[in-house]
């Protein structure tokens, strides 16, 4: 393909252990359902905090992948 064009997506991946964790869960989880997952851009890291200390990571993250002809 010389030019593609690509649609977004909007995905929010959560983990307990960590934000790189977070991310790959979220696309792992897109790419058992949408093909040809081309790159990501994180829009928003947030968390929550239990007793003192982070409970959870939520990465936002927009999602490109190629569009077929």
């Known amino acids: 393909m010389k030019d593609p064009v690509y649609k977004l997506i909007e995905l ?3 983990s307990t252990k ?3 964790d977070a991310t790959e869960k979220a696309i792992k989880r897109a790419g058992k359902t949408v093909q040809k997952l081309s790159w990501f851009q994180v829009t ?3 968390g929550s905090i239990e007793k003192g200390k982070v ?3 939520q990465v936002t993250m927009k999602v490109g992948f190629s ?3």
């Open 18 to 20: 960590s934000i790189d």
């Open 67 to 69: 569009v077929e002809s």
């Open 55 to 57: 409970g959870r990571w």
């Open 44 to 46: 928003e890291i947030r």
């Open 12 to 14: 929010t991946g959560t």
